[in-house]
């Protein structure tokens, strides 16, 4: 399976602190995105890093791309309560068609 | 501007019956990806539709089939339901230029969650 992996499982912190959670994937890719997903319901794209980029920020959010070691990294700065969700890394893999999703991280922020 | 909208929101069924779940995408939007979330798990890549044609399928079984109308809509249907097809059944749609092997911003619907009982 060419399914990505995430860590840690789940993050528990409080508000204000910063999250970092990562991804691994297997082979190379076109991009790699982020998303988040509240409690069961649909998607929402946070970020998309193309395979040339090796970081990218957008508001509060941070992702790095380290393409030898396959790996990339989403930082939240000054979290908050409403931060807490899954968030998803998904790989475009160059012999791919499709975006293929990690099993996730569930962030916990504790006011 | 609509987004990606799913129906029904939820789904009871009994084990053998069939399912029927519909995705209208974005308006423009003419490629269509199905995913499969069980409870506290990732998405598994069910289907993809491309301007009405069926481009690509993960390693599902063949009683998990769709299509694609002329509208770009489409619909999934899973026969014969087995327990384990309870899941949330997501939808997403993006431009057709910005599918494939360097696919894009996925833009999701909220999903049809299908239990089977």
């Known amino acids: 399976s060419q399914q990505g992996e995430e860590d840690p499982q789940a993050l528990s912190i409080q508000e204000g602190e910063n999250a970092t959670m990562n991804c691994s994937y297997k082979?190379?890719?076109?991009?790699l995105q982020w998303y988040r997903q509240n409690s069961g319901r649909g998607l929402v794209h946070l970020i998309l890093?193309?395979?040339?980029?090796r970081e990218k920020h957008s508001g509060r959010l941070r992702v790095t791309l380290d393409t030898s070691k396959k790996s990339s990294s989403l930082l939240i700065t000054a979290s908050r309560a409403a931060d807490t969700a899954s968030y998803f890394c998904a790989t475009a893999y160059t012999s791919g068609s499709r975006l293929t999703f990690g099993e996730g991280t569930q962030l916990t922020v504790n006011p | 501007e609509a987004g990606v909208t799913q129906s029904p929101t939820h789904l009871i069924k009994t084990r053998g019956q069939q399912a029927t779940l519909r995705c209208s995408p974005i308006s423009g939007h003419t490629s269509v990806y199905w995913y499969q979330q069980a409870l506290g798990l990732g998405l598994q890549f069910l289907l993809w539709y491309d301007e009405g044609e069926e481009r690509n399928r993960g390693n599902f079984p063949p009683r998990f089939s769709g299509r694609q109308f002329p509208n770009y809509s489409s619909e999934l249907n899973v026969n014969a339901l087995e327990l384990e097809d309870s899941a949330l059944y997501l939808c997403a749609s993006i431009p057709s230029h910005l599918a494939g092997p360097n696919t894009g911003e996925l833009f999701f619907g909220e999903g049809s969650r299908l239990t089977v009982l």
């Open positions: 890093i193309r395979s040339n980029e």
């Open positions: 082979t190379s890719i076109n991009n």
